[in-house]
């Protein structure tokens, strides 16, 4: 897969250079470096699924320094939807080229969590939800994860086993691809199996520990491993 895009690149770009075209996947991330550069190794990495239609993914509020709590990203997301459906529905897209809009946030104690997932839900816009945070996911791609975090983040954060004086422990907060490849298919399984440790009438929000970035992974991206 491609470089990843800097800023807000226009739906229909790859249609110009490339003559072929493809679904555009427009995300908001909660964090400025985590979640990007892992996204970024997914750009560059990631197998697609066959028999699929081509994601062209665009990290939308990539420069953004402000209004990252996940309901700005929902609202922000929902602006963005109105403004390339309306680009969609005048370039009469088939459904499988429709543009998608997703936003990545975690639990991290946040007041209003649930109202932010139940306004993305109404919106038609996607979440990848991770409790307490993003690094329950990280740490899928090494163990099974078990036991509540109590909210806490460090504690997840605190469970990587990166050795003291590595590159990864210098820079905590970066993805580095060597962290993750080949690892996704073990993730998925330990967070399957951890998510579903808890009862189905638990919502979401309240489901600690929890993600499910893999089944984003899948639907918005078409990624089958890395």
């Known amino acids: 897969m491609g470089r990843a ?33 892992y996204l970024d190794i997914l750009k560059d990495r990631g197998v697609p699924l066959a028999d699929e239609v081509p994601v062209e993914m665009h990290i939308a509020n990539r420069r953004a320094d402000s209004r990252r709590k996940p309901l700005d990203l929902v609202e922000q997301a929902v602006r963005l939807k109105r403004e390339e459906d309306r680009k969609a529905k005048r370039a009469k897209l088939e459904a499988k080229y429709l543009p998608q809009f997703w936003c990545l946030f975690d639990h991290d104690n946040y007041k209003y969590v649930r109202d932010a997932l139940d306004e993305a839900k109404a919106a038609g816009i996607g979440v990848a939800f991770s409790h307490p945070c993003f690094e329950v996911w990280r740490l899928a791609h090494y163990k099974p994860v078990s036991g509540s975090f109590a909210g806490v983040c460090d504690g997840a954060a605190g469970r ?67």
């Open 5 to 37: 895009q800097k800023g807000r690149d226009s739906w229909d770009r790859s249609v110009r250079r490339g003559g072929q075209r493809k679904r555009q996947v427009f995300i908001f991330t909660e964090g400025k470096v985590t979640e990007p550069s």
């Open 160 to 226: 990587l086993p990166f050795q003291r004086g590595s590159q990864d422990a210098k820079t905590p907060k970066v993805v580095l691809p060597g962290q993750i490849l080949e690892r996704y298919k073990t993730a998925r399984e330990n967070a399957e199996r951890m998510n579903g440790q808890h009862p189905a009438h638990v919502g979401k929000w309240d489901r600690d520990p929890y993600t499910d970035v893999h089944e984003f992974v899948e639907k918005a991206l078409h990624i089958d491993s890395y």
